[in-house]
């Protein structure tokens, strides 16, 4: 585990081994092992997920030196991922700068699937949003997804529906408040 590169929320539960920090790019090979491990499941269920391109290493490297990337451990063992961006001009590219954090790319490995690391990510997020005096966290998904019930769980709402389409899904954006 590296060094957090950022000053940003750390913890959760250390003391049951349970760790959520930002990290550097000493720890982009983890990260890409839990999105790879991730896309190949997805794939394998004929769900739409991430293509090989948007998991280049090129990218992590420079989202791990922006404070972005973030992991999860469990044991000092990476288990969980995402990015939390302070924009998103692809998705949200009429948005004040600073209003919102974008959440992207939240992955579990599949070892630890079902133990509530998706939560705890969520959770994380929604506090280093109050730690930066933002009420926002957003982000994109697959629209009619298992996945936009999981974040309508944890609070989070529907924007709106993309015309865009990916993998032949249509797109959704979501945000929830920081504060729920």
């Not at 630890?112 to 926002?136: D, F, L, P, T, V």
């Amino acid at each position: 585990m590296g060094e957090s590169s950022a000053n940003t929320v750390t913890g959760l539960l250390p003391e049951l081994g349970i760790q959520i920090l930002a990290v550097g790019p000493e720890d982009v090979s983890s990260a890409l092992l839990i999105l790879r491990e991730a896309s190949r499941w997805v794939s394998r269920r004929g769900l739409p997920g991430w293509s090989e391109a948007e998991l280049q290493a090129t990218d992590l490297p420079h989202h791990s030196a922006a404070g972005a990337l973030i992991l999860g451990f469990a044991d000092k063992s990476p288990v969980a991922c995402m990015l939390l961006q302070r924009s998103d001009p692809i998705y949200w590219p009429r948005a004040t700068p600073g209003c919102a954090l974008y959440l992207h790319k939240l992955a579990v490995r599949r070892a630890h699937a079902g133990r509530g690391w998706g939560s705890r990510m969520i959770a994380w997020a929604k506090a280093e949003a109050r730690r930066q005096h933002i009420k926002r966290v957003r982000l994109d998904t697959w629209a009619d997804s298992r996945l936009t019930e999981f974040y309508a769980a944890h609070g989070f709402r529907l924007i709106d529906r993309l015309a865009e389409r990916r993998d032949g899904m249509g797109m959704c954006r979501m945000e929830c408040r920081s504060d729920r």
